[in-house]
């Protein structure tokens, strides 16, 4: 079993992804780590939305990147899958409950030597026009849900960079 603590030090955002698809199995694998993170009370009202159709991750990637202020650009940075988390608008533990579900499913695309990258704004592109219909294709009432934000997917264009120096001064005890 590979060591948890190793694939923290060495998972990176990535934003430069080769073109390949990901293996649905490998792409399953990272869906079950965020269905296996914990939420408040045990409710797992967390709801993921798995992306893989070009045109529909190249449309959210330009909203979001829209959102952001740059008009025309791909904040998915080309990777061939988005996972997007979502939650009920009336969960009171949505926010940290998607957060969780978003850390195991880095971690866990990085122990498969997959690239990932976590991208904010998820909020926002499931307001948008584009936003509602992509969650209306999948079956989700956009008026019920509210996105937390969203992780993109793949193998990565170059190597992962080494971790810079942890900060000092960071940890407090009694």
Known sequence: MEDILEILKTRRSVRSYRSDP?????ISKVVEAGLYAPTGMGRQATIL??????????TLGKVNGAI?????????????????????KDDPTAIFDGSAALTN?????ASLGLGSCWIHRGKEQFETKEGKEILTRAGIDPDTVVGIDSMIL???????P?????????????
């Open 105 to 109: 499913m880095l971690n866990e695309a």
């Open 162 to 174: 080494a971790a810079a120096p942890r900060k000092e001064g960071r940890v407090y005890r009694v």
């Open 154 to 160: 793949g193998f990565p264009a170059a190597e992962n």
């Open 22 to 26: 990901v293996p649905e199995d490998q």
């Open 68 to 88: 952001m202020g740059h008009e025309g650009m791909d904040a998915f940075y080309g990777a061939p899958v988005c996972i997007c988390v979502l939650a009920r």
């Open 49 to 58: 939305l798995v992306l893989t159709d070009p045109d529909t991750v190249r």
